[in-house]
């Protein structure tokens, strides 16, 4: 039997936009009670009367909580305010990440420890202040948005992809060590999504007219990622790939690393190296 989402809490993070605003409503409308964090409090509050409003029918509802995923402090509070308001937590989603377009030799140290603050260190203090009330609680989901590009380095974004892997490793490292708890953890796998990573990816990396990895018609919409999410939270699952094909491909690209190492180049020449300073 699929689980029954109504009632149950849910806490996101990176949900002002995105993957973490669409799986909000996804969750919202499945009746869950949707936790919303993120660092802009006026664009979480828009992501919640939309919530309010996709789950009217089926009883969801949703809670805004600014954090800052960088601080221990602010994501222990995310948890304890929760526990506090709604009395109970079933999920928590660590979506929270940003990208940056830069080659390895020129990522700064700087710029290295702040991705990873985000991107690792922001899932590390989510899934580290939830598992302890998870667990005397008699269970719970921790998800975790890692990338296709965990899988494979993407030239440029080494150091973003860098961070994807970690996210990676920590999950299925994550998985085995908490098999003994009724704890399920699930990694999500998505490909290029319509969402505003371009544009901070542009902002960050001082690249005003940075553009997608994906070809737009292999992306796809936040929406999809939210609807495996929600597909996940009923029937739990280690990972989640929105794009099954990709999983394949990738398994291909895994297999034979010439092929890869080929392609890999490919995308180096064709995209960057007439534009970009990579030493
Ligand atoms: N879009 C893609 O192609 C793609 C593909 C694979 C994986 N992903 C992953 O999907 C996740 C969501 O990205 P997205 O595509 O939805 O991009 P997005 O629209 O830019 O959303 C990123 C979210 O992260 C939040 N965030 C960033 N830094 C934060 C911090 N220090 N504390 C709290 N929240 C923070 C942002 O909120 P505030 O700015 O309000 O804090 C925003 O809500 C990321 O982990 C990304 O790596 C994206």
């Known amino acids: 039997m699929p689980n029954d989402l109504r009632g149950k809490v849910i806490v996101i993070t990176?949900?002002?936009?995105?993957?973490?605003?669409?799986?909000?409503?996804?969750?919202?409308?499945?009746?869950m009670t949707v936790v919303l964090a993120a660092r802009r409090a006026d664009r979480l509050e828009e992501v919640a009367r939309r919530c309010r409003q996709a789950g009217a029918a089926s009883g969801g509802q949703a809670l805004v909580i600014p954090t800052d995923v960088r601080s221990d402090a602010q994501v222990e509070h995310l948890i304890d305010l929760t526990l506090e308001k709604t009395n109970?937590?079933?999920a928590v989603f660590a979506n929270a990440g940003y990208g940056l377009c830069a080659s390895v030799v020129r990522t700064s140290p700087q710029q290295l420890h702040e991705i990873f603050d985000t991107n690792f260190f922001g899932t590390v203090r989510l899934l580290r202040a939830a598992v302890p009330h998870l667990i005397a609680r008699g269970g719970g989901h921790l998800l975790i948005c890692a990338s296709v590009v965990s899988?494979?380095?993407?030239?440029?974004?080494?150091?973003?992809s860098a961070t994807k892997a970690a996210q990676d490793s920590l999950g299925s490292a994550l998985r085995a060590e908490l098999d003994a708890y009724p704890i399920t953890v699930s990694t999500i796998y998505p490909i290029g999504t319509v969402t505003e990573f371009t544009k901070v990816v542009g902002e960050i990396s001082h690249l005003p007219h940075a553009?997608?990895?994906?070809?737009?018609?292999?992306?796809?919409?936040?929406?999809k990622v939210a609807?495996?999410?929600?597909r996940?939270?009923?029937r739990p699952r280690p990972e989640v790939w929105p794009n099954r094909p990709v999983r394949f491909a990738l398994a291909i690209a895994i297999a034979f690393p010439r092929l890869t190492a080929w392609a890999m180049r490919l995308i180096?020449?064709?995209?960057?190296?007439?534009?970009s300073t990579v030493v």
């Not at 002002?16 to 909000?24: P, Q």
């Open 268 to 275: 180096m020449r064709h995209r960057y190296q007439k534009t």
């Open 88 to 90: 109970r937590l079933d």
């Open 232 to 234: 996940c939270l009923r």
């Open 211 to 223: 553009r997608p990895n994906t070809p737009s018609r292999l992306a796809h919409s936040p929406e």
């Open 151 to 160: 899988k494979v380095g993407l030239p440029m974004y080494g150091a973003y």
């Open 14 to 31: 990176g949900a002002s936009s995105g993957i973490g605003a669409a799986t909000a409503e996804a969750c919202a409308a499945a009746g």
């Open 227 to 230: 609807r495996a999410i929600v």
